[in-house]
């Protein structure tokens, strides 16, 4: 997970690391494979084995629900209609969203959009999923929701899964490697139980915010 | 531009999306071209049939000048002007509304030319079914002269038949459907371009729709006389 205050650069990285921004210096390695050393087709082979979940859901507003889970379907497979449809449902069902098919993303909620968004960026099976602040905009019960569903599907498909986010209390339900970026620095990186015990000031600053971090971490 | 026209990932689906975009950039445009055209027929018979007053001149004129007037300059050059406001407007603003939802990223993200799959078929779309625009326009604005000019009694049934009939040139339908085609082209790549270029929020948008339609008007109007000036003079 990368946390850190806003306008520090968490969402400027990770389009870095997915190619959308391009970089002044440095590596993006998928498997050791430099994204930025390949050419455009290598580009193209690795962009195919990433999912990715937008801040806003970025789902295609003249697409209905069911259309934009197969579209990347119908983009990248020889499945016949029936297959991508099949496909389409089992990724929606898996997000928990049935009877949704036939709506338009102006007719979601904001957590339904971001589950949309889910189901359509697993369609293809990726190797790595990128989510960025996948809990904006949402009530802590749908954050939860949404949270435990990204966790979910890392686990049940063996992916790489990276979060943007700055909500503390999405780092300790699904967290397992944490970078605190501050000033468009990787200033501390370790683990979930690391970052409650650190001394860094400025991490502390950021963990310790609300009150509720605070009472968590009298009780360690 | 060069993106626009990269290889297609999967062609099927381009194609699909081509119908998508003459359908609603043109089926949807057949209404306001066909109100336009008839009225403008309409006028231009009554106000040159008030003009022509000499009695040197034959009273066919009437239909050799809605003719004229209809092919060589109104249906290919005025009619594209108001094509550029009203699909151009709304290429733009759909191309930079998916720019600033981060619609454009998510296709970029799934290994898809953005620009190809969405300026592309907007083009295409354009430059085939805007000369069917074109001529159909022609035809109404003929039809609307007829139909107006005999019910003011500005002109009869015969004078005005023989009027579109006399001396006619069909170079002057092919030249209007060259113009056609290129302004087809500007008026769904320069829209595209100021949408797919978007940066920011609903104001840019709406500033990007803008520019797209001022420029391409203009370009409209520049290459209207560079056309005329090559191809008639």
Same mark, same amino acid.
């Given at each position: 997970?990368?946390i850190?205050?806003s =306008? +520090?650069g ?5 389009k870095?690391?997915v ?6 210096g440095?590596?993006?390695l ?5 994204? &930025?050393?390949l050419?455009? /087709?290598? /580009?193209?082979e690795i962009?195919?084995e ?5 801040? =806003?859901?970025?789902?295609?507003? +003249?697409?209905t629900?069911e259309?934009?889970v197969?579209?990347?379907?119908s983009?990248f497979? *020889?499945m016949?209609?029936s ?10 069902q898996?997000?928990?969203l049935?009877n949704?098919?036939?709506? &338009?993303?102006? *007719?979601? +909620?904001?957590?339904?959009?971001k ?16 989510c960025?602040?996948?809990?904006s905009g949402l009530?802590?019960k749908?954050s939860?929701v949404?949270?435990?569903?990204? /966790?979910e599907?890392?686990? *049940? ?13 999405s780092?300790?339900?699904? =967290?397992?490697n944490?970078m ?6 990787n200033?501390w990186? =370790?683990?979930?139980e690391?970052?409650?015990r650190t001394?860094?000031q *400025?991490?502390?600053?950021?963990v &310790?915010?609300? /009150? ?9 | %531009?060069? $993106? ?10 381009y $194609?699909?999306r ?5 359908y ?7 209404g306001?071209?066909?109100?336009? #055209? ?6 231009i ?8 007053e #000499?009695?040197?001149?034959p009273p066919?004129?009437v239909g050799v000048a ?7 300059e109104f249906?290919p050059? !005025? ?10 407007s709304?290429?733009a603003?759909?191309?930079?509304t %998916? $720019?600033?939802t981060?619609? !454009?990223?998510?296709?970029e993200?799934?290994g898809i030319?953005?620009?190809?799959y969405?300026? @592309?078929?907007k083009?295409?779309?354009s430059?085939?079914f805007?000369?069917i625009l074109?001529? @159909?326009?022609?035809f ?6 007829y139909?107006f000019?005999? %019910?003011a009694?500005v002109?009869?049934? @015969? ?9 006619? $040139?069909?170079f002057?339908?092919?030249?209007a459907?060259i ?5 087809? @082209? ?8 100021h ?5 920011g929020?609903a104001?840019?948008?709406?500033r990007?729709?803008t520019?797209g ?10 290459f209207?006389? !560079? ?7």
């Amino acid at each position: 997970m990368i946390i850190g205050e806003s =306008g +520090s650069g968490k969402t400027t990285l990770l389009k870095c690391m997915v190619g959308l921004n391009e970089i002044d210096g440095g590596e993006v390695l998928f498997n050791d494979r430099n994204f &930025y050393d390949l050419d455009f /087709k290598g /580009k193209k082979e690795i962009r195919k084995e990433i999912g990715m979940l937008f801040q =806003g859901g970025a789902l295609f507003d +003249s697409k209905t629900v069911e259309e934009n889970v197969v579209f990347p379907i119908s983009m990248f497979t *020889e499945m016949t209609e029936s297959e991508k449809r099949d496909r389409a449902n089992f990724c929606l069902q898996r997000v928990n969203l049935q009877n949704a098919n036939d709506l &338009y993303p102006a *007719e979601l +909620s904001g957590g339904m959009k971001k589950r949309v968004a889910i189901a359509r960026a697993i369609a293809v099976q990726p190797k790595y999923l990128f989510c960025d602040e996948p809990n904006s905009g949402l009530d802590p019960k749908t954050s939860i929701v949404i949270d435990n569903l990204i /966790k979910e599907i890392t686990d *049940e498909y063996g992916i790489t899964t990276v979060v943007i986010t700055h909500d503390m209390n999405s780092v300790i339900e699904i =967290g397992d490697n944490i970078m605190f970026i501050y000033k468009g620095d990787n200033w501390w990186q =370790g683990s979930k139980e690391e970052i409650l015990r650190t001394e860094n000031q *400025e991490v502390c600053d950021f963990v &310790y915010a609300t /009150k509720f971090m605070k009472n968590l971490k009298t009780k360690f | %531009m060069k $993106r626009a026209f990269g290889k297609p990932e999967k062609l099927s689906l381009y $194609r699909a999306r081509i119908f998508e975009e003459m359908y609603s950039l043109g089926i949807g445009s057949l209404g306001i071209v066909a109100i336009i #055209s008839v009225f403008m027929g309409a006028v231009i018979t009554i106000q040159t049939a008030f003009n022509f007053e #000499s009695p040197l001149i034959p009273p066919y004129a009437v239909g050799v000048a809605v003719r004229d007037t209809m092919i060589l300059e109104f249906s290919p050059a !005025i009619v594209s002007l108001i094509l550029a406001g009203k699909i151009g407007s709304s290429i733009a603003s759909e191309i930079g509304t %998916m $720019r600033v939802t981060e619609q !454009i990223d998510a296709l970029e993200i799934m290994g898809i030319n953005s620009a190809g799959y969405l300026i @592309f078929p907007k083009i295409i779309a354009s430059v085939l079914f805007n000369p069917i625009l074109i001529i @159909f326009s022609m035809f109404l604005g003929i039809l609307g002269g007829y139909v107006f000019g005999l %019910m003011a009694g500005v002109v009869t049934d @015969f004078e005005y038949i023989l009027g579109i009939t006399y001396e006619f $040139r069909p170079f002057n339908v092919i030249y209007a459907l060259i113009k056609t085609g290129v302004f087809a @082209f500007i008026i769904a790549s320069v829209p595209a371009y100021h949408g797919y270029y978007t940066k920011g929020g609903a104001l840019e948008v709406g500033r990007s729709s803008t520019k797209g339609v001022v420029y391409a008007s203009v370009l409209i109007l520049a290459f209207d006389l !560079i056309l005329t000036q090559v191809l008639l003079v």
